[in-house]
């Protein structure tokens, strides 16, 4: 649900960015109007659909082990009501500045990426009408995977740490993200600011390289069969 909603919000959302950005006279799309574009959708999907459903997700995770009737939160529906009602509406986007950070910076950098690989790899331009090949797809989109992950490793770190404190046990350990980042920075060093950067690296940049074979392949068929053809 997370993956379907987040995807479906990003692709449509960047879509209607760039047309906004896009000039009047050439139809083209500068490099900033590309960043803004990206981050605007990052944006989006992190306040309406990525905080949320990653608050539920790391609160389940943080479950892993406990024998089936220590279990605090039976499910995702549980977890979800049982946060609201212990922490009150406000606990679902508990990390929603980092995570907007993150994923608005993410996105930035990985549609500028895509576009910059697709152009520089197999001289598509947007709006051209053709057609990439699946496998050149999901070489564009692997790469442009790898972007993101090294710029915003820190915003990841602090997200997952805000949303793992439970209002209800107690002092929080971390007041925001200001003090987050000073936290980890002096307890466990700056390199603790990119913890579990390998394991993203082998996540995002193939589940990229899928989503943008699919992508490309419609985007590229509504443009040939309804843009290039219309009278």
Not at 181 to 210: C, F, H, N, T
Request: proline content about 4%; charged content about 20%.
């Amino acid at each position: 649900m997370h993956l379907t909603l987040k995807y479906t919000l990003r692709m449509g959302s960047n879509a209607v960015f760039l047309s906004a950005f896009k000039d009047s006279q050439t139809g083209k799309i500068s490099h900033h109007g590309r960043l803004l574009s990206g981050f605007g959708a990052g944006v989006l999907e992190a306040v309406t659909i990525v905080t949320p459903f990653e608050v539920v997700k790391i609160r389940l995770q943080q479950q892993k082990g406990l024998s089936t009737e220590l279990l605090k939160y039976k499910g995702p529906v549980h977890c979800a009501r049982m946060i609201i009602r212990e922490e009150g509406l406000r606990g679902l986007w508990t990390g929603a500045a980092p995570t907007v950070m993150r994923n608005g910076m993410n996105q930035a950098a990985m549609f500028t990426a895509k576009n910059s690989f697709d152009v520089f790899l197999w001289k598509k331009h947007e709006g051209d009408g053709k057609i990439l090949q699946p496998w050149q797809s999901m070489i564009s989109g692997f790469f442009a995977g790898t972007v993101g992950p090294f710029c915003t490793g820190p915003f990841d770190v602090v997200k997952t740490r805000l949303m793992a404190q439970n209002r209800q046990r107690g002092e929080l350990k971390y007041k925001g993200k200001i003090h987050a980042v000073r936290m980890i920075y002096s307890e466990e060093g700056l390199l603790a600011l990119w913890k579990g950067l390998l394991s993203q690296l082998m996540r995002i940049p193939p589940g990229q390289a899928i989503m943008w074979a699919v992508a490309d392949q419609v985007t590229g068929l509504y443009e040939r069969r309804y843009l290039h053809n219309a009278p």
